[in-house]
């Protein structure tokens, strides 16, 4: 399966620079738990954001000894260097000329860097993204259907939620029978003409509710699905939930969406208190905003909404359409008072 990526090309490889930007995502069904080579424990579904992006320059000196400096909004990062070198070493099966030359990458996010907003996604889709750039323009190709989804395949190997950033709307990684083309290697995006327009005008506002390095990383929490007593439940019930989703989006259930979405994310809470060693990264603030959105939910009957990704940021989520306007009042005069410092990135999903 992954042999479809390796292409017996002729490279003529040449220094070059590309450009390339990618958004974040933020899933409705989660990945949480992954096997070897990065294949996720269960299939998830994720909204493309439209405004939190990475904006990536890579500079490919050929010929020169093998060697990665990374600048991130400037300023020199050692660490995310080394992180590069080891995934371009990971991927060179896949791309023969990667070792082959230096490289010299400049980065920067469109939302706050100490925000707590993953990186990650939209940090390495920008990089695949850049490489199949390369790729293609040494290979005398075209950046066509097939390059982007090699790029979804190499972004999903230097984070897993990274493949799902490469297409807008809803996308879905990890098969499952309830997605045609679904794969555990990369992401597909889901069929446009089976979600209702409803789902289709949506906001994703982000509380910042803590801002800086959370405690615990992903990849650590997803490794600690390995010795979870609850975990085959947890992946048999992403499979249940994808079935369920499937319908609510095609007929455009709202308050069956909500349920869903809200548990998903206090699953993957609900997952992390029950690792060993336990541990938790919602925080006060985290927990006032869901009681807050639920009181405000019975009183109203607005369907504001939540979800969290692996952090004590709170995603607000809600369509456009009737009652918009009260929901943006009542979060700004009743949620922001939860925020660190005023926090608050205003985004909505991209189709
Ligand atoms: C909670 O993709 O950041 O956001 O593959 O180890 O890089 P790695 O993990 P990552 O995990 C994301 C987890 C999540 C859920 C999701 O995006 O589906």
Redesign the pocket.
């Known amino acids: 399966m992954e042999n479809q990526f390796i292409k017996k090309n002729q490279y003529q490889i040449g220094n070059a620079v590309v450009t390339q930007h990618c958004p974040s ?3 409705l ?4 738990g ?1 096997y070897e080579n ?1 294949i996720p424990a269960n299939p ?1 579904i ?1 909204y493309t954001l439209n405004h939190c992006k990475t904006l990536t320059e890579i500079e490919f000196i050929a010929g020169e000894d093998f060697s990665v400096q990374t600048y991130l909004s400037g300023k020199l990062e050692l660490k995310f260097s080394e992180k590069i070198e080891k995934y371009f070493k990971n991927i060179e099966n896949y791309l023969p000329w990667i070792l082959k030359g230096k490289y010299i990458i400049r980065t920067e996010n469109t939302f706050p860097h100490s925000s707590g907003i ?1 990186s ?2 939209s940090g ?1 889709g920008a990089i695949a993204k850049g490489l199949m750039e390369l790729d293609v323009l040494f290979s005398n190709q075209q950046m066509d259907e097939e390059a982007l989804q090699k790029a979804s395949f190499l972004g ?1 190997l ?5 493949c ?1 950033s490469l297409y807008p709307g809803l996308v879905v ?1 990890g098969k499952t029978e309830e997605v045609a083309g679904s794969s555990d290697f990369y992401a597909v995006p889901y069929p446009n003409d089976e979600v209702h327009a409803i789902f289709k005008d949506f906001n994703d506002w982000v509380l910042l509710i803590h801002e800086g390095e959370k405690s615990v ?3 650590v ?2 490794g600690l699905m390995k010795t979870n007593p609850y975990a085959e439940q947890r992946f048999q019930q992403a499979h249940v939930n994808f079935k369920k989703l499937k319908e609510i989006l095609r007929i455009g259930d709202l308050p069956a969406f909500i349920k869903l979405v809200e548990h998903e994310a206090l699953t ?1 809470h609900a997952m992390m208190m029950m690792s060993d060693p336990a541990f938790i990264l919602m925080k006060t603030g985290t927990l006032e905003v869901i009681n807050k959105i639920w009181e405000f939910r019975k009183n109203t009957q607005l369907p504001l909404f939540f979800t ?3 952090g004590a940021n709170v995603h607000l989520l809600f369509p456009n359409g009737e009652g918009t306007a009260s929901i943006k009042n009542f979060i700004e005069q009743e949620l922001m008072q939860y925020t660190q410092s005023k926090g608050v990135v205003k985004d909505e999903m991209i189709f």
């Open positions: 995502n933020i899933a069904i989660k990945y949480w992954k990065q998830s994720s993953a990650s996604a390495f999903r230097g984070s897993g939620s990274a799902r990684w990383s992903s990849t929490g997803h993957l969290l990704d692996a």
